[in-house]
């Protein structure tokens, strides 16, 4: 017997965890640190930096598209735009979220549970690039799917996924009583 269609159960998160949400999918997708930045094992770069990462995703991307932010979970494309339009709405998100140090605590206890879409997003991130052309006429996206042996798709879910509920134990304030050695509440 074939399989029944359902219709999707789609989990709608509110307006600061998807901007949240945009604010990570940006740090990970176009600085060269932004999982160590993430992950508090490298220092959060200055407003002026922050100016040129958007400088350069302005004139690099085509479409926010091409940045993963057309999500169909949560709907970040709506907001992707917005939120990359200026270094200080990013600054004011990340310290009404707790500040970066909420961020740093959150992504180490993911880091530590090192489920199997953890493992993905970093890799990902390692060698799926934005602007960077495919290698080989394979890409780098092949070397995640013969990898984790599940479809492009199935990658681009866990990743879109994971985000959102990092995004949603930031702004909830989950994950922080974890770990004593920062003393963020």
């Given at each position: 017997?074939?399989?029944?269609?359902r219709p999707r159960k789609v989990?709608?998160?509110?307006?600061?965890?998807?901007?949240?949400?945009?604010?990570?999918?940006?740090?990970?997708?176009?600085?060269?640190?932004?999982?160590?930045?993430?992950?508090?094992?490298?220092?959060?770069?200055?407003?002026?930096?922050?100016?040129s990462m958007l400088v350069w995703?302005?004139?690099?991307?085509?479409?926010?598209?091409?940045?993963?932010?057309?999500?169909?979970?949560?709907?970040?494309?709506?907001?992707?735009?917005?939120?990359?339009?200026?270094?200080?709405?990013?600054?004011?998100?990340?310290?009404?979220?707790?500040?970066?140090?909420?961020?740093?605590?959150?992504?180490?206890?993911?880091?530590?549970?090192s489920s199997t879409p953890w493992?993905?997003?970093?890799?990902?991130?390692?060698?799926?690039?934005?602007?960077?052309?495919?290698?080989?006429?394979?890409?780098?996206?092949?070397?995640?799917?013969?990898?984790?042996?599940?479809?492009?798709?199935?990658?681009?879910?866990?990743?879109?996924?994971?985000?959102?509920?990092?995004?949603?134990?930031?702004?909830?304030?989950?994950?922080?009583?974890?770990?004593?050695?920062?003393?963020?509440?």
């Open positions: 017997m074939a399989k029944q269609w989990k709608h998160f509110p307006v600061q965890v998807q901007e949240i949400g945009a604010v990570i999918y940006l740090f990970l997708g176009v600085h060269a640190r932004g999982l160590e930045i993430m992950l508090g094992e490298f220092p959060f770069p200055p407003t002026e930096e922050l100016s995703l302005r004139g690099s991307v085509s479409s926010y598209a091409d940045l993963g932010v057309n999500i169909q979970t949560g709907g970040l494309n709506l907001y992707a735009q917005h939120i990359v339009e200026s270094a200080e709405r990013i600054e004011k998100i990340i310290s009404n979220a707790g500040g970066i140090e909420r961020f740093n605590v959150v992504f180490r206890d993911c880091q530590r549970k493992r993905a997003l970093v890799d990902w991130y390692k060698w799926v690039k934005i602007g960077r052309p495919p290698r080989g006429g394979k890409g780098d996206m092949w070397r995640l799917v013969q990898r984790y042996h599940v479809s492009e798709t199935t990658l681009r879910n866990w990743r879109e996924k994971l985000i959102l509920q990092l995004a949603d134990d930031i702004f909830n304030g989950r994950h922080v009583e974890n770990d004593d050695s920062q003393g963020v509440a």
